[in-house]
Every structure is written in structure tokens, then in C-alpha cells.
């Protein structure tokens, strides 16, 4: 299978902590990336996470299957991957199927739940009755003047 250059690399650096590369400078990319709090590093593509010791694996793992959703290729440092590439290519492959099935199928009813929806055999013995008109909402505003009381 012929492998494409990632989209953003994710991983660790010495001095940086959490850090995503992103070549192409993708626009979404760099929208998610900031919205999870990496801030750019000036005079490079690379992002670094702010405040790395306030919940930054989490945030980067985030980072990196929400990179995943929007349909890009994140290449991630091994421990700070939430699903390898791989594992997540064949759970999405398995939930789209999942969506297929149920909805090609019929929706399973009891027969209580199709009695109910059924017209019964009193109800078709009746169709000389008429259906009642709706009460309005607010009596009207005017009245024939045999309706006024005096």
C-alpha cells in the first residue's frame, strides 16, 4: 500500500515539550492546532503546545484524532498516539459499515407497535362520520349583531 507524506507530524521535543509539525501549512490544521491551545513557533512551521504540564498528553492526543477526523494523515510519536493509524483506518471502516446495516434494514416493530399504527375494523365500519373542525384559538373579533347580547 503506497504510504503518502503525513499532513502534521505530533510528538515530543527536548526542550519544547508537546510539538506538531505542519508542512504544507494545511489552514484547518492550523485552525485545530490552535484551537487546542499550540501556539506557533516563530520562524518555523512548527506549533507548540502552551502550558504543556497542565493536561498536555490529553490535549495532544485530542489534537491528533481530531486532525484524524478531518480526514488528514497524522504521523505521532508513538506513546502520544491515541489509536495507530492502522487501528483507526479499520474502527472508521468498521463504523461506516455499521451505519450501512442499520440503515438498509427494516425497523423491527412488535405486534402491539404495528396494532397500534393500524386502522382497526371499527374504525373502517364508521367512514359515514365526518371529522370535527378544530376550535379556534381566539373568538373572533367581531360578532353578527344577532349574536350581541344586550
Known amino acids: 500500500m503506497d504510504n503518502p507524506d503525513p499532513h502534521v507530524i505530533v510528538g515530543r521535543h527536548p526542550e519544547l515539550g ?3 509539525l505542519n508542512p504544507q501549512e494545511l489552514f484547518v490544521a ?10 506557533p513557533v516563530p520562524g ?7 502550558n504543556p ?4 498528553e490529553r490535549r495532544t492526543r485530542q489534537a491528533i484524532a481530531s486532525l484524524r ?17 492502522q487501528q483507526a483506518a479499520t474502527q472508521r471502516l468498521a463504523n461506516e459499515q455499521q451505519q450501512t446495516m ?3 434494514t427494516t425497523p423491527r416493530t412488535t405486534p402491539t407497535a404495528q396494532a397500534a399504527v393500524a386502522r382497526s375494523a371499527a ?7 365526518q371529522p370535527v373542525p378544530p376550535r379556534p384559538k381566539h373568538p373572533p373579533l367581531w360578532a353578527p349583531r344577532s349574536q350581541i347580547r344586550r
Not at 518555523?44 to 502552551?50: H, I, Q
Not at 477526523?69 to 493509524?85: E, F, H, K
Request: charged letters at 20%.
Open 102 to 104: 442499520t440503515q438498509n
Open 18 to 20: 508537546y510539538v506538531a
Open 123 to 129: 374504525w373502517q365500519s364508521r367512514t359515514d362520520l
Open 44 to 50: 518555523s512551521k512548527l506549533y507548540a503546545l502552551a
Open 69 to 85: 477526523a478531518a480526514r488528514y494523515q497524522v504521523a505521532a510519536d508513538i506513546s502520544l498516539d491515541p489509536a495507530p493509524p
Open 30 to 39: 492550523d485552525h485545530v492546532l490552535k484551537l487546542l491551545g499550540f501556539q
Open 53 to 56: 504540564e497542565h493536561d498536555g
